[in-house]
């Protein structure tokens, strides 16, 4: 079931890899470092805006929907989520747009900032229905409304930066109208889910009980991984912000991507064996997820690591190269540090719906971080900033793990996380002592291929997590192929 699940999730994922790698790609090209800075900055802002005061509503959708629809309450519960996401919607617009009216920022920040609030507004309406479909199992639809939503936007904000003046607030419009065009096909379906519902205040009031932490938890896990960022401006300039926000993106986003990869295939199904079956049916499938994180975690940070020079001169414009180099391998580090806590670690804490005692790990990391940011910024630069996120992102993890397996003790697959670790440094080792040279775009595909092929041979080797079956798996799939060839 997990894998099922886990390849249902596969075209978001390439759709959010593409989009992740070939924005840093394209944008890096098309705008210099300040005005990609501007618009890293007004990404951040708009994320921790949303993560503040409406991700508490998807956290509820994810964790109440089994529940909702084993009573017979689904449209009830749609209707509470949706005029209570409205009724904050439309404060947060008016709050947010006064706030930029007045701050004293320069024409471009406030114009992406403005288009920032706008995108941040449509894609949370979004982000209930999305979530609904992902509670519900509905896992093809899933994907093909959020791999849409993910390529369009991309798509249409490369073209507002090449062809109108918006600047840093061209990408960001992009999200906004894909957002609109999506929410044309999303909405009416989740109307009808909706019929005859009725909000509740009780209902509300739990769901902003449990959600309220979470979104707590999600913002401050946020200044984690981009709150450096106006530090950065601060401490040094926009153009650094740029910099470091590429490099940032390229390591950060593909460990992202495999990890919300593997929750979102993962989290739905322990909450329902949780909800249906008790505890020990959850514990079985974190177990299953926990060694495939490993499997695909740990080669991906190191390979990311093993390979910054030439990913970074591939995937960059020149004026960020060097400082993408130089991050690079501690970002991807502090990645999977990441990866492994809020995909991983976090379920003890949501399962159990203490989402309180996750929102004051993550502040307290986050808190960390920016203290950090300014002893480490004025002497090292970027690389302080680097440094800081790895350390904090670690002391997370630790706390995440040791309290968590107090109120619900997950799996720790230690022999398929030591196989994965050892068939790792064989990859790394392998890679290390290659003799390439040359462009750097044969450098990295040399450095990838033959690090992927020793960690695949050694994986199979070593039988981490299984893998050997999902051979056979894969046979199966292709043989009524074959016949009918």
Excluded at 77 to 95: K, M
Excluded at 266 to 277: F, N, R, V
Excluded at 366 to 380: F, Q, T
Excluded at 388 to 401: E, H, P
């Amino acid at each position: 079931m997990l894998g099922k699940h886990i390849l249902g999730y596969l075209p978001v994922q390439i759709a959010r890899a593409l989009v992740g790698f070939g924005g840093v790609a394209v944008l890096t090209r098309l705008m210099p470092a300040e005005m990609y800075g501007q618009y890293a900055l007004a990404l951040a802002a708009m994320h921790i805006t949303a993560m503040a005061f409406h991700t508490w509503l998807d956290a509820s959708v994810a964790r109440f929907h089994a529940r909702a629809q084993q009573r017979g309450h689904l449209a009830s519960h749609l209707v509470t989520v949706y005029t209570s996401y409205a009724l904050i919607a439309i404060g947060v617009l008016a709050s947010g747009g006064l706030a930029i009216w007045l701050a004293p920022l320069s024409l471009e920040m406030k114009t992406a900032l403005a288009f920032g609030l706008m995108a941040l507004t449509l894609r949370s309406t979004l982000a209930i229905g999305l979530e609904t479909r992902r509670a519900n199992g509905e896992v093809a639809s899933y994907s093909l409304f959020e791999t849409f939503n993910t390529l369009a936007g991309f798509a249409i904000g490369i073209g507002l930066v090449m062809a109108t003046p918006l600047g840093a607030a061209g990408p960001i419009a992009g999200m906004a109208l894909a957002c609109v065009i999506t929410l044309m096909f999303e909405l009416p379906a989740q109307a009808r889910k909706a019929k005859g519902g009725k909000p509740r205040k009780r209902r509300a009031a739990v769901y902003f009980a449990y959600g309220l932490p979470v979104s707590i938890s999600l913002v401050f896990e946020h200044l984690l991984s981009a709150g450096d960022r106006f530090l950065i401006a601060g401490f040094l300039n926009e153009a650094a912000v740029g910099i470091y926000s590429a490099g940032y993106g390229l390591a950060d986003r593909t460990i992202d991507i495999i990890f919300i990869w593997l929750g979102a295939a993962a989290t739905p199904l322990m909450i329902k064996a949780l909800e249906e079956k008790g505890e020990n049916a959850a514990r079985e499938v974190a177990g299953q997820s926990a060694r495939v994180m490993g499997l695909i975690g740990f080669p991906a940070a190191a390979g990311l690591a093993l390979v910054a020079a030439p990913l970074a001169g591939v995937m960059v414009g020149e004026e960020f190269r060097e400082g993408a180099t130089l991050i690079l391998p501690w970002i991807a580090l502090a990645g999977l540090m990441n990866g492994l806590m809020t995909y991983y670690f976090h379920e003890s804490f949501i399962l159990k719906r203490k989402t309180r005692w996750m929102a004051a790990i993550m502040a307290g990391a986050a808190v960390l971080n920016l203290g950090l940011n300014v002893l480490l910024l004025p002497i090292y630069g970027i690389a302080g900033a680097a440094a800081a996120t790895l350390i904090s992102y670690t002391a997370g993890l630790v706390l995440c793990a040791l309290i968590g397996r107090r109120l619900f003790a997950l799996p720790l697959p230690w022999m398929d996380w030591g196989k994965a670790a050892l068939a790792t440094g064989i990859m790394a080792l392998a890679v290390i002592t290659l003799p390439i040279n040359g462009p750097a775009i044969l450098v990295l595909f040399g450095q990838a291929a033959l690090g992927g092929m020793v960690y695949v041979t050694a994986a199979l080797g070593l039988n981490i997590a299984g893998c050997r079956s999902w051979l056979s798996v894969a046979q199966s799939w292709l043989r009524p192929q074959e016949a009918s060839a």
